[in-house]
């Protein structure tokens, strides 16, 4: 009897092993928190960032206030250390957002000087708050490589000051692949501690060759696809996802890609949010941070986005500040 008895207790905890073993096998390993952003610039109206006044104080932290309101959103990435810029780090402090800081850089030397020399001061002055740094942001992508120079330099500044976020450069995910398919990694990649790529296939499909197709519902997958793509480029970087975003209007405008002709974009309301959160739900499943552009639509979007450079914004840039649902 007792041989019987200890033959039971033997074969249920092997039944108990192998059950919590399969448990253990079926659990999906734990991933971190990811960031879920929304770029943030409060030239909204009929601010410019080109020329007249620059954002208020109050401007500032009525858009904030608005954002902590009608979104989700805890975190923002900025664009600029000066020109009133900078109380945004305060304004986010007090309302106890993350932010992802971008220096500006362009083809202004002193200018850019400057900026780096203000980018280092509110890094040390809002380190809890300011979690990471780039230095510019689509400098290639604006200027070609004529300023890969002033990238490194302000990413030497931010090092040689002791500055302890981590920093990049961010720019569009095709620059990160130095212009070519399969991705090849560029000079940066051993400068920086992330990588902050930008993926828009609503551009794309109006000016790539490579992949010059991507309707509304297959933009998540696109995105995913480029981050994959990064990470494989950049063994042992984090990619952060910096832009992202789909615009909401015109209603029913398409964009025509001028290599095949094909129509695969349309903008509108229920696109931007299918967009957004079918978006947002796949990074989070893999423990990935994304930033979605724009938090606030703006009306001074460069002419060469013609009907679509102010449809952007989760939420209106002007009273009531009306922002898509989550």
């Given at each position: 009897?007792?041989?019987?008895?200890l033959?039971?207790?033997?074969?249920m905890m092997?039944?108990?092993?192998?059950?919590?073993?399969?448990?253990?096998?079926?659990?999906?390993?734990?991933?971190?928190?990811?960031?879920?952003?929304?770029a943030?610039?409060?030239?909204?109206?009929?601010?410019?960032?080109d020329?007249?006044?620059?954002?208020?104080k109050?401007?500032?932290?009525?858009?904030?206030?608005?954002?902590?309101?009608?979104?989700p959103?805890?975190?923002?990435?900025?664009?600029?250390?000066?020109?009133?810029?900078?109380?945004?780090?305060?304004?986010?402090?007090?309302?106890?957002?993350?932010?992802?800081?971008?220096?500006?850089?362009?083809?202004?030397?002193?200018?850019?000087s400057?900026?780096?020399?203000?980018?280092?001061?509110?890094?040390?002055?809002?380190?809890?708050?300011?979690?990471?740094?780039?230095?510019?942001?689509?400098?290639?992508?604006?200027?070609?490589?004529?300023f890969d120079?002033e990238?490194?330099?302000c990413?030497?500044?931010?090092?040689?000051?002791?500055?302890a976020?981590?920093?990049?450069?961010i720019?569009?995910?095709?620059?990160?692949?130095?212009?070519?398919?399969?991705?090849?990694?560029?000079?940066?990649g051993?400068?920086?501690?992330?990588?902050?790529?930008?993926?828009?296939?609503?551009?794309?499909?109006k000016?790539?060759?490579?992949?010059?197709?991507t309707?509304?519902?297959k933009?998540?997958?696109?995105?995913i696809?480029?981050?994959?793509q990064?990470?494989?480029t950049?063994?042992g970087?984090?990619?952060?996802?910096?832009?992202?975003?789909?615009?909401?209007?015109?209603?029913?405008?398409?964009?025509?890609?001028?290599?095949?002709?094909q129509?695969?974009g349309?903008?509108?309301?229920?696109?931007?949010?299918?967009?957004?959160?079918?978006?947002?739900?796949?990074?989070?499943?893999?423990?990935?941070?994304?930033?979605?552009f724009?938090?606030?639509?703006?009306?001074w979007?460069p002419?060469?986005?013609?009907?679509?450079?102010?449809?952007?914004?989760?939420?209106?840039?002007?009273?009531?500040?009306?922002?898509?649902?989550?």
């Amino acid at each position: 009897m007792k041989q019987l008895l200890l033959l039971i207790v033997i074969s249920m905890m092997s039944v108990v092993c192998q059950n919590a073993s399969a448990r253990e096998k079926a659990a999906p390993p734990v991933k971190p928190n990811a960031l879920q952003c929304a770029a943030f610039s409060p030239y909204v109206g009929k601010l410019n960032p080109d020329y007249g006044a620059h954002p208020s104080k109050e401007l500032i932290d009525r858009l904030l206030d608005q954002l902590v309101k009608k979104t989700p959103f805890r975190c923002i990435m900025t664009y600029g250390v000066m020109n009133g810029l900078e109380y945004t780090f305060a304004a986010a402090e007090a309302r106890h957002l993350k932010v992802i800081a971008i220096i500006w850089l362009d083809d202004d030397i002193a200018v850019n000087s400057r900026s780096i020399t203000a980018g280092i001061e509110v890094a040390k002055a809002y380190p809890k708050t300011i979690i990471k740094l780039s230095c510019g942001s689509e400098v290639r992508t604006r200027n070609n490589y004529a300023f890969d120079g002033e990238i490194s330099r302000c990413i030497s500044a931010l090092r040689e000051a002791g500055v302890a976020q981590p920093i990049t450069t961010i720019d569009t995910w095709w620059e990160w692949c130095n212009r070519v398919s399969p991705c090849h990694p560029t000079d940066f990649g051993a400068q920086v501690d992330w990588i902050g790529i930008n993926v828009f296939p609503w551009w794309e499909n109006k000016h790539s060759d490579v992949l010059p197709c991507t309707p509304a519902n297959k933009a998540a997958d696109f995105h995913i696809a480029r981050i994959e793509q990064l990470r494989r480029t950049y063994p042992g970087k984090e990619v952060i996802l910096t832009e992202f975003g789909w615009p909401n209007g015109p209603e029913g405008g398409i964009e025509t890609n001028k290599f095949t002709q094909q129509r695969c974009g349309v903008a509108g309301k229920k696109n931007q949010a299918l967009v957004v959160k079918s978006t947002f739900k796949k990074l989070a499943e893999k423990g990935w941070s994304g930033v979605v552009f724009e938090a606030f639509s703006e009306n001074w979007k460069p002419n060469e986005e013609g009907d679509f450079g102010n449809f952007w914004g989760i939420c209106q840039g002007e009273p009531p500040y009306t922002c898509l649902r989550f």
